[in-house]
C-alpha cells in the first residue's frame, strides 16, 4: 500500500507559479505510475498529467501543455508538478495518485488509479 501526502498549493495572482509536490510513503515507488488531478467546485476530478514509473514518458491534458510540467525523484519518493503561467481556470483541488499498471489509455481515467492524496487547494486569482 501507497500513502500519498500532496503539499505545495495555495494562492497565487494569474501568470503566476507553483510547484506542487506528492509524497509518497513505502519502499516501493518506483514500481508506481503518477498522476496528478483536479478537481474545481461542482466539477468532475479532472486528469491532469501522468508520469511513467521510470519517468520515460509524460501526458498532459491540452489546457495545461505547455504551462506544466510532471516530472518524479524516485530516490526521494516524490512527484512533482510545476505550473507556470496559472489561469483562474486552474483554481481546484489539485490530488496526487499512484496506478500499478499504467496504459495510455487508463491513465488519463481515474479509475485507472489505485491510491490517492488527500488533495491541495490552489487558487488563481485573476
Not at 501526502?5 to 507559479?17: H, R
Not at 476530478?45 to 514518458?57: D, K, M
Amino acid at each position: 500500500q501507497v500513502q500519498l501526502v500532496e503539499s505545495g498549493g495555495g494562492l497565487v495572482q494569474a501568470g503566476g507559479s507553483l510547484r506542487l509536490s506528492c509524497a509518497a510513503s513505502g519502499r516501493t515507488f518506483n514500481r508506481y505510475a503518477m498522476g496528478w488531478f483536479r478537481q474545481a467546485p461542482g466539477k468532475e476530478r479532472e486528469f491532469v498529467a501522468t508520469i511513467t514509473r521510470s519517468g520515460g514518458t509524460t501526458t498532459y491534458t491540452d489546457s495545461v501543455k505547455g504551462r506544466f510540467t510532471i516530472s518524479r525523484d524516485n530516490a526521494k519518493n516524490t512527484v512533482y508538478l510545476q505550473m507556470n503561467s496559472l489561469k483562474p481556470e486552474d483554481t481546484a483541488v489539485y490530488y496526487c495518485a499512484a496506478a500499478q499498471t499504467w496504459t495510455f489509455t487508463s491513465s488519463s481515467n481515474r479509475n485507472g488509479y489505485d491510491y490517492w492524496g488527500q488533495g491541495t487547494q490552489v487558487t488563481v486569482s485573476s
